[in-house]
């Protein structure tokens, strides 16, 4: 197999780990060492890293890769994304597990089946998925990948359905904006008063 055609990343490459050109792993799958289980991984530019042995340390593992014999080798691939191919990957899951390349492309409706916008990332900075969707007229909308926002996916169907409130995509329920004097700065203290604050 050359380089993947719908690629979904699965780990990436971090430092050499001793002189043998072993290599430090981060891998993005349910158990860290069924990395190995995926067949050849692919960098970015088409090159196939197949996994000769693996093992578990702290938060990562330690692979050693076909052709990598030594420290320099390894430290020249520090940093390399390795990806599959969305076809080697297994379709079955529970009903609310999705991957993040299956939702990337699917179209956007709101709550009455109108079509808003189309998903064009999905992130993680740690907090839980959030879907980065594209709006007509607008650029780079972050909706929280929850049930309560993101009520309906369907692969199938090719869309997911948002509850617009949920999302934060519309003002309060009575349609007025929020309240710009709801914050009292004096009713919590903001640092010594020498410094700027107001104790």
Known sequence: MSKPQNPVQMAVIGAAHGIKGELRVKSFTGDPLALADYGPLYARDGRAFQIVDIRPANTVVVVRFKGVNDRNAAEALAGTELFVDRSVLPDEGEEDEFYHADLVGLEVKDDTGAVVGKVVAVHNFGGGDILDVTLAGRKGVLIPFTQAAVPE??????????????????????????????????????GPRDAGGNR
């Open 153 to 190: 996916v369907s692969i199938a169907g090719g869309f997911v359905r948002v509850d617009p409130a949920a999302a934060g995509l519309v003002e309060d329920e009575d349609g007025e904006p929020p309240d710009d004097n709801s914050f009292d700065p004096r009713g919590r203290p903001r």
